[in-house]
């Protein structure tokens, strides 16, 4: 059974940085897209950051680009999110995600493209 487990979420003040780390199990970690995404009280879940398969190509969101970045390391099965200069309007849970990807060049945007999810960790930043 494939399984994600996010972990380095805690309560940071405004301008710290973090780095979330999300492990999987069970599947081929190379031939997965992979994301983060995340949801505050009262919003949608939001695309964050994207990565491929081999971790040569990544995307991710206007609101975090310059402060957040996303890598793999596909010999420890662990998919990361450093975090800099963190917000309070960055305050949320954060989820990563996986889906199997053929194409080692694609990754994706979209929530509904991916099929396997972690339970989440908490990224509280106060101001």
């Known amino acids: 059974q494939v399984r994600l487990v996010e972990s380095g979420g805690e309560l940071v003040q405004a301008g710290g940085s973090l780095r979330l780390s999300c492990a999987a199990s069970a599947l081929t970690f190379s031939s997965y897209a992979m994301g983060w995404f995340r949801q505050a009280p009262g919003n949608e879940r939001e695309f964050v950051a994207g990565?491929?398969?081999?971790?040569?190509?990544?995307v991710t969101d206007d609101s975090v680009k310059g402060r957040f970045t996303i890598s793999k390391d596909n010999g420890r099965n662990t998919l990361f999110l450093q975090m800099n200069g963190l917000k309070p309007e960055d305050t949320a849970v954060y989820y990563c995600?996986?889906?199997?990807?053929?194409?080692?060049?694609?990754?994706?945007?979209?929530?509904?493209?991916?099929?396997?999810w972690g339970q989440g960790t908490q990224v509280t930043v106060s101001s």
């Open positions: 990565i491929n398969g081999i971790g040569s190509i990544t």
């Open positions: 995600a996986a889906t199997y990807a053929s194409d080692s060049g694609i990754l994706f945007r979209q929530g509904a493209s991916y099929n396997v």
